[in-house]
Nanobody
Framework: EVQLVESGGGMVQPGGSLRLSCAAS????????MSWVRQAPGKGPEWVSS???????YYVDSVKGRFTISRDNAKNTLYLQMNSLKPEDTALYFC??????????WGQGTQVTVSS
């Protein structure tokens, strides 16, 4: 059974940082492209970032230079380092298997709120 458990969210002031984690189990993590997706209140899901099995990373334009995706295959964990956070980054963040155009959500997500 595939399980993805996100953690690390919270409330932070504009300009602050957070590091999200996603613990994976039930599948061979190292063999999968992994992504972070977010959903703001009242909006549809928005793909944020992906990392493929070679470690190549991809980002939506709005987070380039501020967010960094990474993975630790030995720990079956996906990360998203978020710096210089803005109020418009406020959303429920969840990790997913798959790429920017074909991803699947398995977990509950973690809430990120950026507010002064």
């Amino acid at each position: 059974e595939v399980q993805l458990v996100e953690s690390g969210g919270g409330m932070v002031q504009p300009g602050g940082s957070l590091r999200l984690s996603c613990a994976a189990s039930g599948f061979t993590f190292s063999n999968y492209i992994m992504s972070w997706v977010r959903q703001a209140p009242g909006k549809g899901p928005e793909w944020v970032s992906s990392i493929n099995i070679a470690g190549t990373t991809y980002y939506v334009d709005s987070v380039k230079g501020r967010f960094t995706i990474s993975r630790d295959n030995a720990k079956n964990t996906l990360y998203l380092q978020m710096n210089s956070l803005k109020p418009e980054d406020t959303a429920l963040y969840f990790c997913a298997t798959g790429s920017s155009t074909s991803w699947k959500r398995w977990g509950q997500g973690t809430q990120v709120t950026v507010s002064s």
